[in-house]
């Protein structure tokens, strides 16, 4: 059974700098693309950017775009996600998700192994 475990949070003050990783461990490579969501207190949990390992495709949510940057080592099977820049909005817990599907997703109905996440807080 694969497994998603999330790494890298913590507080850090307004325009600093956070890299997320979501190692993956299991049998079998969780997915052919693999996302990060957000979920702050008292809101949905909301898309924040994907990634197609084959070839590198990615896409944003518009909040991330020029912010944040996905990226990943197919080697390590383990994602990332750069973020700069932060605001107090950015407060929240991140999650890594996988989908064994090829096409990006952004709804996390979509994706059928979530890590537990991570928490990101942003202090001014």
């Known amino acids: 059974q694969v497994q998603l475990v999330e790494s890298g949070g913590g507080t850090v003050q307004t325009g600093g700098s956070l890299r997320l990783s979501c190692a993956a461990s299991?049998?079998?490579?969780?997915?052919?693309?693999m996302a990060w969501f957000r979920q702050a207190p008292g809101q949905d949990r909301e898309f924040v950017a994907v990634m197609r390992w084959n070839g590198g495709t990615t896409h944003y949510a518009d909040f991330a775009e020029g912010r944040f940057t996905i990226s990943g080592d197919i080697d390590k099977e383990t994602l990332y996600l750069q973020m700069n820049s932060l605001k107090s909005e950015d407060t929240a817990v991140y999650y890594c998700a996988a989908r064994t599907g090829w096409t990006l997703r952004m709804r996390e109905d979509d994706y059928d192994t979530w890590g537990q996440g991570t928490q990101v807080t942003v202090s001014s």
């Open positions: 299991g049998r079998a490579f969780p997915g052919a693309v």
